[in-house]
């Protein structure tokens, strides 16, 4: 792909902050609706009848899920993707990257066919007048916002070397500056 320009690169990088911080943010949310409803007592009428307040953290996870998580996820991927191949960091050159890129592809995997589906089916359960298991609540929140807070640090942090591939381009630019050098100074 062709490097971008100064002022693209600048507005995918800044698309590409927010919607992960977005999605970080929207994540934390999901895991304290999941702790609110795990945590709140259920009605009196019976043990297995959902209250008011996990009915309400449960299908305010799902309006979350349905709306909001998947877009931010594919905007997220979509513009990482862009700066990827589109600046010097490349794709596959530096290890940090191209870790980021997996995990960012296996979670918006996992929101797609996990996450979304999971709270769903609670929220249904939750419809029908039961409350959902904890583990069905908590689970995938928790994982999503562990995994986004790991990629947050790797971004920042910037760790590991270059991969093979980069090591191997990183060389070529070497030799070719060096050449380049070299003839500049015969001509002179």
Known sequence: MKPLSRRVRRTFLVIHIVTAAAWLGLTLGLLA??????????????????????????RSMRVFTEWLVLPLALLTLGSGLVLALGTPWGLARHRWVLTKFLLTLATVTATALALRPGIAEA??????????????????????????????????????????????????????????????????
């Open 123 to 188: 929220a249904d359960t939750v419809a029908a007048g039961a409350v959902p298991p904890a583990g069905e609540l908590l689970g995938g929140p928790v994982v999503s916002f562990c995994a986004y807070l790991l990629m947050t640090v790797v971004s920042v942090l910037k760790p590991w070397g270059p991969t093979r591939r980069g090591r191997r381009l990183r060389a070529e630019i070497s030799s070719r500056k060096a050449l380049d050098e070299r003839s500049s100074r015969r001509t002179v």
């Open 33 to 58: 609706l999941a702790v609110t409803a795990v945590t709140a007592a259920p009605v009196p009428a019976g043990p297995t009848a959902p209250g008011e307040p996990i009915e309400a953290a449960v």
